[in-house]
């Protein structure tokens, strides 16, 4: 994420980072770089602008020539920036409403279906809701039928009438179809255009006229920068949006978006799109992406994935396991189900204070534990059970079904190895201890 942006910021910090002497020049020159690298990131102009005078302004205030650490202060000035510009708060979703009406904007191809799916998930799973889907686009019979492919995928059931050309009607007959039927979230869905035109402007602020939604999201490609700020100032003049929702942030995006969204039209980005699948979707905090924007990891969010994923049941069961030495491969192929529920690897590794700089040029593959599944799954239950069994020609016929060499079955083996030593050393003493904490 941001890669190019991190990088050229990283670089233009560089000099004050270190010890060297601090000039009143080099600190112009600095913000001077980092306006450069805003621009590049496709930053509107303005923002870059008063960006840099904000933080020329505060450094100046706050003598950072005569700080002990003004490298470090410049960073700080720099991230605060950053965060107010994002928005600085985290911006909440207003789910008040019996039912709550979300209106979903934004242009066609900008992800809105998609992420309708992942909101209905979100709130279904996070905040036990009971979310129902609204299909109205009258246009586009395949976005209805995309939409039922969605709400099947996650369990929530969709309302179209495929033969209705009204939206207003429909996304009223669906609110009443809400009440009726014990939903209290209603997710309308709207058509999108490949570009503004007056006809979609039109239909879509007569539908938030008449449904008065709690909440009117405006989706937008990350993608598409500069474009993306001008799409969202045209749908804020006509609906009054209430929050914005970047997506495909996952992808190669420069930044500028993020960037300048808020300080255009003046309303929060709520939550941000990293992926195709229905759980690619996460709140934004303003103060994460710009640690993230900086290099300096997002920690936080990387612990609250890994307790999203956190069972205390099975976490009570493999505990057990290990206590009586039957932790087995089945028990590692869990864990590595686990692990790759919580994000793509380029994603995780990216929230990793200085990883994501550092392995930046490394391809980080999302079938890194393609390997040791495919030689996990060609072993039978009791190699699985017993790893001790598992001799010569067993390692061979183990090789050849998944496609590996012995010598890769062979580390795997070994590390195993040495994982359930360290896991039952763990057991033990200050282990058990740190092992019951966190069950509490
Ligand atoms: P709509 O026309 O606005 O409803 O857009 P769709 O929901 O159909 O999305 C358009 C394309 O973008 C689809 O291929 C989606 O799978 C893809 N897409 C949506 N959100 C994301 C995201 O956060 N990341 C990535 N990589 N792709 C996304």
Same mark, same amino acid.
């Given at each position: 994420m941001f890669d190019n942006l991190s990088d050229k910021l990283d670089k233009a910090l560089h000099v004050l980072k270190g010890h060297g002497s601090i000039t009143e020049v080099n600190v112009a020159e600095t913000l001077k770089e980092v306006r450069r690298a805003l621009l590049d990131a496709d930053v509107n102009f303005k923002t870059a602008k008063e960006f840099t005078n904000t933080v020329k302004e505060k450094a100046l205030g706050q003598d950072v020539l005569t700080t002990l650490q003004p490298g470090q202060l410049m960073v700080k000035l720099v991230k605060d920036e950053l965060t107010q510009l994002m928005g600085g708060e985290t911006a909440g979703i207003n789910l008040s409403g019996a039912p709550t009406v979300i209106l979903m904007s934004g242009l066609q191809g900008s992800g809105k279906t998609t992420f309708s799916g992942k909101l209905a998930n979100f709130l279904k799973t996070k905040k036990t809701k009971k979310p129902l889907l609204v299909a109205c686009d009258v246009y586009r019979p395949a976005a209805i039928n995309q939409l039922h492919v969605v709400g099947d995928q996650i369990g929530v059931e969709v309302y179209s009438e495929p033969e209705n050309k009204n939206p207003v009607q429909i996304?009223?007959?669906?609110?009443?179809?809400?009440?009726? =039927?014990?939903?209290?979230?209603? !997710?309308?869905?709207?058509?999108?255009?490949? /570009? *503004? +035109?007056?006809?979609?402007?039109?239909?879509?602020?007569?539908?938030?006229?008449?449904?008065?939604?709690?909440?009117?999201?405006f989706v937008v490609d990350a993608m598409t920068g500069q474009d993306a700020v001008n799409t969202a100032k045209a749908f804020n003049e006509r609906l009054n949006f209430d929050g914005v929702v970047l997506t495909k942030l996952d992808g190669d995006t420069r930044g500028g978006a993020a960037i300048?969204?808020?300080?255009?039209? =003046?309303?929060?980005?709520?939550? !941000?799109?990293?992926?195709?699948?229905?759980? /690619? *979707? +996460?709140?934004?905090?303003?103060e994460r992406m710009a640690d993230r924007i900086l290099g300096m990891g997002d920690v936080v969010s990387l612990v609250e994935r890994a307790q999203e994923q956190f069972d205390e049941e099975e976490a009570r069961k493999l505990q057990k396991k290990i206590a009586k030495n039957q932790f087995g491969f089945d028990d590692f192929l869990n864990q590595i189900q686990q692990v790759k529920k919580m994000g793509s690897m380029k994603d995780l590794v990216g929230m990793i204070p200085g990883a994501g700089k550092a392995l930046k040029d490394v391809d980080i593959d999302d079938d890194a534990f393609k390997g040791i599944e495919?030689?996990?799954?060609?072993?039978?239950?009791?190699?699985?059970?017993?790893p001790?069994?598992?001799?010569?020609?067993?390692?061979?016929?183990?090789?050849?079904?998944s496609g590996t060499s012995v010598q890769q079955v062979n580390q795997l083996l070994k590390q195993f190895d040495q994982m359930s030593k360290m896991m039952k050393m763990m057991q033990g003493g200050g282990g058990r201890k740190m092992m019951q904490a966190m069950n509490k």
């Open positions: 996304a009223q007959n669906a609110i009443e179809h809400a009440k009726t =039927n014990g939903f209290n979230v209603v !997710i309308v869905d709207t058509a999108g255009r490949l /570009a *503004i +035109d007056e006809a979609m402007m039109t239909e879509i602020a007569n539908v938030h006229q008449a449904i008065h939604p709690q909440e009117t999201l300048s969204i808020k300080s255009v039209v =003046n309303k929060p980005i709520k939550f !941000i799109g990293t992926g195709e699948k229905m759980d /690619a *979707i +996460d709140v934004f905090h303003p495919a030689i996990i799954h060609s072993m039978t239950p009791t190699e699985r059970s017993q001790s069994v598992i001799n010569g020609s067993r390692k061979k016929r183990i090789a050849k079904g």
